[in-house]
């Protein structure tokens, strides 16, 4: 079974600039997750989408957005892009269904490394 | 709200070492309790989870106990191998949190293991 799959792996992009991440849950799972891991903060959560709907966002600005198609396939964009936006931007998938969610395993992917010149 | 606090790393240790990395959180509810693992160039990886006071995750030879009363959940294992070299990650998830799968984590702790 794959597991969660992140394009691309690696981007520069200039300040102003707008960026598109994109995150392939796996199979049958319903919910993402996406985070932002920077070494001064830390891992932080941005936001979750389940069934195409968001559910949960985190404390970032509105140029932070996402959203989910009907296969659960996610995207993330960032519209002017800042240096502090430099990041390893993660994406975890859970089922979504169940049980209760907060002992629902997360599966995260490699990360796309985001660099803001 | 919610908050967990490491030790700062990096933590260097020799094979076959002992190991212990300090986890201790701020939550409210009853949270649970996960630590995760960090590979170079990898996502994180589920090592062990709790999810209730007394519980003990164990995972390829780590442990972890959810101590309610200290508000603990210190990682150990009893011999290390360079291959666990790694930065770790403790977490905690509530349902009061924001989002209910939404993760909590500490800053991290590097591990080193020499030969």
């Known amino acids: 079974k794959a597991g969660v799959t992140q394009t691309p792996r690696y981007l520069i992009k200039t300040r102003g600039q707008q960026v598109t991440l994109s995150c392939s849950p796996i199979?049958?799972?319903?919910?993402v997750s996406w985070y932002q891991q920077t070494p001064g903060q830390g891992l932080q959560f941005l936001f979750e989408?389940?069934?195409?709907?968001?559910?949960n966002k985190g404390n970032f600005p509105g140029r932070f957005s996402g959203r989910q198609f009907s296969n659960s396939r996610s995207e993330m964009n960032v519209s002017t892009l800042e240096l502090g936006d430099s990041a390893l931007y993660l994406c975890?998938?859970?089922?979504?269904?169940?049980?209760?969610?907060?002992?629902?395993?997360?599966?995260f992917g490699s990360g796309t490394q985001l660099s803001v010149l | 709200g919610n908050s967990v606090t490491q030790m700062e790393g990096p933590v260097t240790l020799s094979e076959e070492a002992f190991l212990t990395i300090n986890c201790t959180y701020t939550?409210?509810?009853?949270?649970?309790l996960f630590w995760y693992v960090q590979y170079p160039g990898e996502g994180l990886q589920l090592l062990l989870k709790?999810?209730?006071?007394?519980d003990k995750g164990s995972n390829k030879g780590f442990e972890a106990t959810y101590r309610k009363e200290t508000t603990s959940f210190h990682l150990e294992k009893g011999s290390v191998q360079v291959s666990d070299s790694a930065v770790y990650f403790c977490?905690?998830?509530?349902?009061?949190?924001?989002?209910?799968?939404?993760?909590?984590f500490g800053s991290g702790t590097r591990l080193q293991v020499q030969p």
């Open positions: 939550a409210t509810g009853y949270p649970s």
């Open positions: 709790a999810t209730k006071a007394d």
């Open positions: 989408y389940f069934s195409e709907t968001q559910r």
């Open positions: 199979s049958g799972h319903r919910s």
């Open positions: 977490a905690l998830r509530s349902e009061r949190s924001t989002g209910r799968r939404a993760l909590t």
């Open positions: 975890a998938s859970s089922l979504g269904t169940g049980g209760s969610a907060t002992n629902e395993k997360l599966f």
